[in-house]
Nanobody, 115 residues
Framework: QVSLVESGGGLVQAGGSLRLSCAASGTFFSIVAMSWYRQAPGIQRELVAR???????NYADSVKGRFTISRDNAKKMVYLQMNSLKPEDTAVYYC?????????WGQGTQVTVSS
């Protein structure tokens, strides 16, 4: 059974940093990509950052230059280093893993940035 567990969220002042971690466990049918999404109240869930099995990355325009996604394939971990945080980054952040069969989601971790 697949499980994704996020950690690292919390409350931080604007300009601060947080590092999110996602631990994936279980059997995957060849992971294609690992991603972070976020959802703020009343707003559709959006892709924040994505990293493929080959290491290619892409980011939402709103976080480019501030956030960095990385992964440890052997440990099935994905990370999101978030710097220069802004109040508009406040959201629940979700880990997503895509393999050749389907996508999996974590339960989410709250990130709150105070002004």
């Amino acid at each position: 059974q697949v499980s994704l567990v996020e950690s690292g969220g919390g409350l931080v002042q604007a300009g601060g940093s947080l590092r999110l971690s996602c631990a994936a466990s279980g059997t995957f049918f060849s992971i294609v990509a690992m991603s972070w999404y976020r959802q703020a109240p009343g707003i559709q869930r959006e892709l924040v950052a994505r990293i493929t099995s080959g290491g290619s990355t892409n980011y939402a325009d709103s976080v480019k230059g501030r956030f960095t996604i990385s992964r440890d394939n052997a440990k099935k971990m994905v990370y999101l280093q978030m710097n220069s945080l802004k109040p508009e980054d406040t959201a629940v952040y979700y880990c997503n893993v895509q393999d050749y069969l389907r996508q999996y989601w974590g339960q989410g971790t709250q990130v709150t940035v105070s002004s």
